[in-house]
């Protein structure tokens, strides 16, 4: 007869941080102990341990979740094993004030642990889950959070997940922030402007595609002070090549004109200035730097255009005055070309 298992789970509180301790108390396996496990289970699939035929269901509710001074509420997963494949139809959980949903399902019949699914986030706030994800401080980075993610994958260290991992999604955070981040502070320091170190924005949007251990972005940032755009990529590792648009706000242009001239050239009639940078180093190390053909190009077309306004005022006749000879008129108009795109 084929083993037909149901099992349910349900907890009132669940210590994740305690049973993590107690585990790590746990005398460990021998060195050599360990090599002929590996040995011996190498190129297994997971499922080759499980009776044959075990079909199994069932469901896991948890009130109250601890896990690094996270605090996730109403957990509930509801599985079904049959055939080899793992598949989990209903994950949810309240988390940092939002909701979090799932799906997924996990092939035991191959070797690596061969997974696929969906991730959706609803009204969380991001400052919540940083220090569990990324262990830093939470007030880095704020915001209300929205996403759709869709993913694959196998194996569970990290050399195999970051050559095997793909993820597709998009991603919105409303009314949020930058508070001292290693990146908002390097561009404060490039540019000389204090008041970048610390953003507000109104939203920022974008998509995600990670494959082969880097992520592919695309984003586009509102605020009111400065406004943004990415496009670049990030490695699973921390390694930025980001190249970057920043638009600031008549202000801000302003402090930056008195102190680099060529601002100036950067600057639209409504008196905002578009910055061309780019990103390397790390996440907590970055490096920016001016995107030297970028401002070259903008700079190039800024003058191209007041070239063509000033040739165009010669040739309608605008600047000149009553009883003035055309030729004076010319030659006059001539000399404010030279002196406007020269700056002099």
Do not use: C
């Not at 990324?134 to 569970?156: Q, R, Y």
């Not at 050399?159 to 999604?169: F, M």
């Not at 509102?222 to 390694?239: C, Q």
């Amino acid at each position: 007869k084929v083993p037909d298992i149901r099992l349910d789970i349900t907890s009132e509180v669940m210590d994740i941080d305690r049973l993590l301790a107690l585990m790590a108390g746990l005398p460990a396996a021998s060195e050599a102990g360990e090599k002929r496990e590996v040995a011996k289970v190498s190129g297994q699939s997971p499922g080759a341990a499980l009776p044959q035929g075990l079909m199994a269901s069932g469901e896991v509710r948890i009130g109250r979740t601890l896990y690094k001074g996270l605090e996730v509420k109403d957990f509930l997963l509801q599985y079904n094993l049959e055939k080899g494949v793992l598949t989990i139809k209903d994950l949810s959980a309240g988390v940092a004030g939002g909701q979090v949903s799932g799906r997924m399902k996990v092939d035991l019949n191959k070797p690596g642990l061969i997974y696929g699914g969906e991730l959706d986030l609803k009204s969380v706030k991001f400052q919540g889950l940083l220090p569990v994800l990324a262990n830093i401080p939470g007030d880095m980075v704020s915001g209300m959070m929205e996403s759709h993610f869709t993913f694959s994958g196998a194996g569970i260290e990290w050399p195999v997940l970051r050559d095997a991992l793909s993820v597709e999604g998009t991603y919105a955070l409303r009314d949020g922030g930058f508070r001292d981040t290693p990146v908002t502070t390097a561009i404060a320091e490039l540019l000389g402007l204090e008041e970048l170190k610390r953003l507000s924005f109104k939203s920022l949007d974008g998509t995600l595609h990670v494959i082969k251990g880097r992520a592919a972005i695309r984003s586009r940032m509102s605020g009111k002070d400065v406004s943004a755009r990415l496009d670049g990529t990030i490695g699973l590792d921390g390694s930025l090549d980001m190249p970057m648009t920043l638009l600031l706000s008549q202000k801000l242009s302003e402090k930056l004109r008195k102190r680099v001239s060529i601002a100036k050239y950067l600057t639209s009639e409504e008196g905002q200035t578009e910055l061309r940078l780019k990103l390397a180093g790390s996440l907590m190390r970055p490096y920016p730097a001016l995107d030297t053909a970028g401002v070259s190009e903008q700079v190039k077309e800024t003058i191209r255009k007041k070239a063509v306004e000033k040739l165009d005022e010669v040739l309608t006749g605008k600047r000149k005055k009553a009883g003035e000879e055309g030729a004076d008129t010319g030659k006059d108009a001539g000399k404010e070309l030279i002196r406007g795109i020269l700056g002099r």
